[in-house]
């Protein structure tokens, strides 16, 4: 009863092609299609669906849009590798005060991480703790040699997330995601070695499967970025010369005085 109700409520409220693309999504996921299959013909899906081939195309756009299909040219249609996920799916990129969203999320960050980090802990397998591992040296690597380490670090912070086997923290993934590339363009890359240091201490105590030691050292290595901030905005505050809004003078931007050896001894 509850089913057939929810399919009413489709027909009535959806147009044809929303209901085309909700057939396509279902078709996904029951074929258990991936980023590797293409898409079935227009031909195909219209004979399948008993819709127009207009119809299709229409349905095939929409999932486009929600990044589910992407188009490759000169070989069809296919799934996408993250059906669903876009980069910016709640709109940070539209509020005015970058500063204030950065704290907002350090606060959502500081609740939600520590959690993820200790589900790592308790549920990586041998490999993601490897990968994990590779994702941590490849950070260092850019900030020892003083390039962009935004996009690492944000894969860094992926890798946690994908450790703790859980269908759910994926989806979380572009919040993270967002956050972390956020800190890294306000804070200039001031905090490099506790970044270092702070990863270490992160994957360390995920390989010793540790999830109460994991939680700690991802609240601490959060905590830093948000004191920063904080720092950062009194400073803010306080100086109205355009040169120095940012505060960069003083101290974290050493990474020559790290320890530079890939053994990770957890101190």
């Not at 929600?66 to 490759?72: A, G, K, S, Y």
């Not at 997330?161 to 923290?169: E, I, M, R, S, Y």
């Amino acid at each position: 009863m509850k089913e057939s109700f929810f399919e009413n409520i489709i027909t009535k409220e959806s147009s044809l092609p929303e209901r085309t693309a909700e057939q396509i999504s279902r078709l996904i996921v029951d074929k258990h299609l991936t980023s590797e299959d293409r898409l079935p013909s227009e031909f195909e899906l219209a004979e399948l669906l008993h819709v127009g081939r207009g119809t299709i195309r229409e349905g095939v756009k929409l999932l486009v849009a929600r990044n589910v299909l992407e188009i490759r040219r000169g070989k069809g249609t296919y799934i996408t590798s993250n059906p669903g996920q876009i980069p910016d799916p709640l709109g940070f990129a539209y509020y005015p005060d970058p500063f204030r969203l950065a704290l907002d999320l350090a606060e959502i960050r500081g609740q939600l991480e520590p959690w993820i980090a200790r589900m790592a802990a308790e549920h990586a397998t041998a490999e993601d703790r490897e990968r994990l591992r590779e994702s941590c040296l490849v950070v260092e690597q850019d900030i020892l040699k003083k390039r962009d380490h935004s996009e690492n670090d944000v894969l860094f912070h992926v890798a946690v997330a994908k450790c703790t086997q859980n269908l759910v923290v994926p989806k979380l993934i572009p919040i993270i995601t967002y956050a972390v590339t956020l800190f890294v363009s306000l804070t200039k890359s001031r905090l490099r070695t506790e970044t270092i240091t702070g990863h270490r201490e992160i994957v360390d105590a995920i390989e010793k499967q540790d999830g109460s030691r994991a939680e700690k050292a991802m609240a601490q290595h959060i905590e830093y970025n948000r004191a920063l901030l904080e720092e950062i905005i009194g400073k803010m505050k306080g100086n109205d010369r355009d040169g120095e809004v940012y505060g960069l003078k003083g101290g974290h931007d050493e990474p020559d005085k790290i320890n530079t050896g890939k053994e990770f001894d957890g101190k």
